[in-house]
């Protein structure tokens, strides 16, 4: 059965920026306590990219590691990294972006009170348009 939704052509630039995220120091630096647990690439051409290309990391926090440490360990990271804090009332743990190659991507790191599993994703929209936390 052929999918309802179409799968949008890839660019050498989608394929660029993919691999890029996937490099970002954001996803790819552990503090002591925390353990990567998986991680998932996709241009947004592969069929498992849902319209968008992302580069993701699961992260496991020790669970004496509180969430406001961890957080606080990402949002050096993302200062450091040249990225854009949202503030306001968000509906994840944080909210970044900033320009790569000429586009810019998103940054949400995912997570929830007593629990120690975190997500960190990298999200960008085909054909270079831009996507921002708000």
């Known amino acids: ?22 490099a970002d120091p954001v996803l790819t630096t552990l503090r002591p306590g925390l353990t990567r647990t998986g991680d998932h690439h996709a241009a947004p051409c592969q069929r498992d990219s849902d319209d968008s290309g992302i580069a993701s990391t699961m992260i496991g926090a020790d ?26 009332d968000l509906a994840v743990l944080l909210c970044a972006d900033r320009r790569f ?3 810019q991507v998103r940054f949400t790191l995912h997570g929830s ?9 990298i999200v960008f929209r085909p054909d270079r348009h831009d996507l921002a936390c708000t």
Request: net charge negative.
């Open 1 to 22: 059965m052929l999918s309802m939704f179409t799968t949008p052509e890839c660019t050498e630039h989608d394929r660029r920026l993919t691999e890029q995220l996937a």
């Open 63 to 88: 669970p004496s590691l509180p969430q406001d440490a961890v957080v606080a360990y990402y949002r050096g990271l993302l200062e450091d990294g040249g990225w854009t804090i949202a503030t306001g």
């Open 101 to 103: 190659d000429g586009q």
């Open 113 to 121: 009170s007593g629990s120690p599993q975190y997500a960190l994703e």
